[in-house]
């Protein structure tokens, strides 16, 4: 399992970056965290979505996410993994204990992915919106022995989102819903993608926000990249993975947020979860 094992972990560390509804911010608002997200898994799921054993593989990234409103209908939207450490454990005889392949690891930083959110609609029954993100190939592409060590996957994409989110109540408790879909353009002969899912959250007594969320991506199977292996940055990986986020709100500016994201299935990609937790600042 080379390649496809990294990039399960970035994707769903991109997904984790969106904790709230994509309801756009507003002329100076903005919402802002440092965070970090790990990944360790000894296992992963095939080309056939069935799951075989690796050598234990890990991706920690530590990274800088932030929304700004630049007026009431306009968001600049930033992800930056300043700092991404992949690593592969050395694998040792069980009978003999002699190290037959050492560990080694990759340092740098990872892909960063710039954007903006255009408000269409809001109003007291819902918000639409039209994201668009440019994926920048600033991380590593070939990294370890066998360059599958790697912090991004070289490529230049463009992905389209589009937003629609929901206000309700259950029980006097608000809350929102949120569906989205979108397309993503990869390049380098990579496979472009398909991505959808949908989150709900409320916050409690204006100090604890609490979301579940779902995501899908699936490959379009047309670009002719060959010879990728099965590392996070694999051509064709898919996933559907399931996640849960608590934040509290220190102030009613300032908290500490912790996610999990646990993967249901996919190909070609880790078959582990991934745990985050930050501190972030939201100005609203």
Do not use: C
Not at 99 to 127: H, M, Q, T, W
Not at 137 to 155: I, W, Y
Not at 156 to 185: E, R, T
Request: charged letters at 15%.
């Amino acid at each position: 399992m080379k390649n496809s094992l990294l990039k399960f972990s970035l994707l769903v560390l991109l997904f984790s970056q969106f904790a709230f509804a994509q309801w756009n911010k507003g002329k100076g608002n903005g919402y802002y965290k440092v965070s970090a997200s790990y990944l360790v898994a000894d296992e992963h799921f095939t080309s056939t979505r069935k799951k075989d054993p690796n050598a234990t593989r890990g991706n920690f990234v530590a990274s800088v996410y932030a929304e700004h409103g630049i007026g009431n209908k306009l968001d600049l939207i930033a992800y930056l993994p300043l700092f991404t450490r992949v690593y592969q454990n050395e694998q040792v005889s069980k009978t003999s204990g002699a190290i037959l392949v050492p560990g080694e690891a990759v340092n740098s930083i990872g892909d960063i992915e710039l954007g903006a959110r255009l408000g269409v609609i809001k109003n007291d029954y819902l918000a639409l919106s039209t994201t668009v993100k440019l994926g920048l190939p600033t991380g590593k592409k070939e990294g370890g022995a066998d360059g599958s060590l790697q912090t991004g996957d070289g490529e230049f994409n463009q992905l389209l989102l589009i937003d629609l989110g929901f206000p309700f109540k259950i029980k006097n408790q608000n809350s929102y819903g949120k569906i989205y879909s979108g397309f993503n353009n990869r390049t380098n002969g990579f496979s472009d993608e398909l991505h959808y899912g949908a989150e709900i959250g409320t916050k409690f007594n204006n100090a604890f926000f609490v979301a579940l969320k779902f995501s899908n991506v699936s490959s379009l199977n047309n670009g002719n990249l060959t010879g990728t292996g099965q590392g996070v940055f694999a051509n064709n990986v898919e996933f559907t993975n399931l996640g849960g986020e608590l934040a509290y709100y220190v102030t009613p500016k300032l908290g500490v947020m912790v996610n999990y994201t646990h993967v249901l299935t996919g190909k070609i990609t880790f078959a582990a979860p991934t745990y985050t937790a930050g501190l972030f600042m939201d100005i609203q």
